[in-house]
């Protein structure tokens, strides 16, 4: 017998798992964590404390910021998949271990 909130993820799950798996909803689980871990690095990057960074900046910075642009684009894709695909399959486990539970 599963517990009231069990049976309520079992309906929520089966009614919304097709959903959960687009595309838009990705961006909702994993973009804040991505730009905020960009976000953090960049701060880091251009505070100076690093000071052979800064200086790689100021001779190289058009070629080095777009370097820098295009990895935060990469990292911030890969975060938002990422985190997205491994909330949908952590739910899913759960939904497939109520389930068999449920046809005991």
């Known amino acids: 017998m599963l517990k009231p909130d069990e049976q309520e993820f079992v309906k929520y799950w ?3 798992r097709l959903q959960k798996k687009k595309v838009l909803h990705y961006l909702y689980a994993g973009l804040p964590l ?4 960009v976000i953090a690095t960049f701060v880091n990057f251009f505070s100076g404390w ?3 960074a800064d ?3 100021r001779t190289e ?3 080095f910021v777009i370097v820098l642009l295009i990895a935060a684009l990469l990292i ?4 938002v998949i990422f985190s997205a695909k491994h909330k ?3 739910n899913e486990q759960r939904f497939r271990e109520l ?3 449920m046809d005991k």
């Open 14 to 16: 089966e009614a919304n």
């Open 34 to 37: 991505g730009v905020a871990l």
């Open 50 to 52: 690093y000071t052979r």
């Open 55 to 57: 200086m790689v900046l």
């Open 61 to 63: 910075s058009k070629s």
């Open 76 to 79: 911030v894709s890969f975060i």
């Open 88 to 90: 949908w399959d952590i």
């Open 99 to 101: 389930k068999s539970k």
